[in-house]
């Protein structure tokens, strides 16, 4: 926990939440259209694309 408190922190408190059903969605997208596996931390930049809300 101290970590993520930290990593925010050294982002000027920037962070999004991605909830794990939008994970797996993104997941199985990628897998079934791209024949791809993404590791799941990299599929959270992939969900969190659409929001926008990265992009302050």
Do not use: H, Y
């Amino acid at each position: 926990m101290q970590e993520l408190v930290e990593g925010i922190e050294k982002t000027n408190r920037c962070a999004i939440a991605i909830s794990d059903g939008a994970l797996l969605k993104e997941l199985s997208f990628i897998a079934s259209s791209e024949r791809a596996f993404v590791c799941p931390e990299g599929t959270l930049a992939f969900a969190a694309a659409p929001s926008g809300r990265w992009l302050d």
